[in-house]
Every structure is written in structure tokens, then in C-alpha cells.
């Protein structure tokens, strides 16, 4: 198993400005994924987190409004940039556990723009 | 035409009913997972599927990969099963696909005492 812990668990943050949202794991673990959820939507992935390489962005999703780190394979970092009204949503982390394949989700995000 | 749909999108029940949220996909998957989320946002997983049925208390799943399509059950229904259930594929494709998720929309479910 995984446990995820994933803060901020939510902001308001202004117009403008950028926020980083950390996911750290308990165990090392290979894939790691940030997904967005809109209100009222399901989840949108934006990207996969690779360990010691640039992310894998999915279409719509660009690197200059969403840097993603991965140090290691326990950690990661999502930056939501020069943020707006549009850009609040749930934001959440997400592993596969390499040996059951078995999927686990930090407790989200919440994040206001204002 | 979504990959994931899902059915029904609300679903309103009376506390001891039985419920039976469906599940159909378009691509082939390497696995099927059915999660829970409660109104703060946290996901929980209740099931990854890969063939037949599994059955955890009160939840019962199953997927027909012939037919393209799964099942979540939750017998004796209860107002604290009241959630967000959704169902989600992993895509079958390797490389840079592996391991992707595509969700279905979710189904809102409110059981009344």
C-alpha cells in the first residue's frame, strides 16, 4: 500500500499568483500522476511525474503554467502559475503501486482563485 | 462518444436498498478501478478489476471484458455510503500510455435514512 500526504489541503490565493502543491509517499514508488478536477467534473489528468526527468504533459497542459519536480520517488511538486479565476479546482496526486498495481490518491487541493 | 460512461449519473436511494452503479468502456484496458469520493475530494480506491468479480463487505464488482463493461453493487445501502463513485480504465497501450487513466464522469449517490 501507499499513503499520500498532499498540502496544501486548500488556499485562496489572488489573481496572478502561483502556488505549489508537494505529495510526498510513504514508499517508493515508480508512477506518480497530478490530476485536476474541475467542479463538477471528473478527473483530468494533467501529467505524469517522472523521476529525475521533465514530466509528460498531456494535451492542453504546458510545462510553463504547470512546472512539475520529481526529485526522488517519494516526492513531488505541482505549481499551478500566474494563476486565474479558471485555474480553481481540485488538485490531485496519484500513484500505482508497483507490485498490485493497486491505484492511491493524496486527500487533494482545493484551490480558489480569486 | 466518451471512452468511460457511466450510468446512472444521480442515483437516489432509501437506506437498505440495493444499488448497482454501471460501467461501460470503448478501448482495451489493462485493468478497471471503481473509487469512491466524498464531498472533501479524497479519493479512495474499492476495487481495481482485471477479470470475473471481488467482493469487499457491502460492495460487490464485477466486469465482462468480453462485453466491455462492469458493475459496482452495494447491498443494504447506508447513508454514509453516500459518495461520488467513479469508474476509471487503465489503458492496455505500452509506452509512454502505460498506466493512464481514463474516468468516467462519476455517479452521485445520495442515500436517504
Known amino acids: 500500500s501507499a499513503v499520500i500526504s498532499q498540502k496544501p489541503s486548500r488556499d485562496i490565493c489572488q489573481r496572478g499568483t502561483s502556488l505549489t502543491i508537494q505529495c510526498q509517499v510513504d514508499s517508493q514508488v515508480t508512477m506518480m500522476f497530478w490530476y485536476r478536477q474541475q467542479p463538477g467534473q471528473s478527473l483530468t489528468l494533467i501529467a505524469t511525474?517522472?523521476?529525475?526527468?521533465?514530466?509528460?504533459?498531456e494535451s492542453g497542459f504546458v510545462i510553463d503554467k504547470f512546472p512539475i519536480s520529481r526529485p526522488n520517488l517519494t516526492f513531488s511538486t505541482l505549481t499551478v502559475s500566474n494563476m486565474s479565476p479558471e485555474d480553481s479546482s481540485i488538485y490531485l496526486c496519484?500513484?500505482?503501486?508497483?507490485?498490485?498495481?493497486?491505484?492511491?490518491f493524496g486527500e487533494g487541493s482545493r484551490l480558489t482563485v480569486l | 462518444k466518451n471512452e468511460v460512461e457511466q450510468s446512472p449519473q444521480n442515483l437516489t436511494a432509501q437506506e437498505g436498498e440495493f444499488i448497482t452503479i454501471n460501467c461501460s468502456y470503448s478501448?482495451?484496458?489493462?485493468?478497471l478501478h471503481w473509487l469512491q469520493q466524498h464531498p472533501g475530494g479524497g479519493i479512495v480506491s474499492l476495487f481495481m478489476l482485471s477479470s470475473g468479480k471481488k467482493k469487499h463487505g457491502r460492495l460487490i464488482a464485477t466486469i465482462n471484458i468480453q462485453e466491455k463493461h462492469s458493475s459496482l453493487h452495494i447491498t443494504a445501502s447506508h447513508p454514509r455510503d453516500s459518495a461520488v463513485y467513479i469508474c476509471a480504465v487503465r489503458s492496455a497501450v505500452g509506452g509512454t500510455s502505460y498506466g493512464k487513466l481514463t474516468f468516467g464522469q462519476g455517479t452521485i449517490l445520495t442515500v436517504h435514512p
Open positions: 511525474a517522472n523521476q529525475g526527468s521533465e514530466a509528460t504533459y
Open positions: 496519484s500513484v500505482i503501486a508497483g507490485g498490485s498495481g493497486e491505484l492511491f
Open positions: 478501448v482495451g484496458i489493462s485493468a
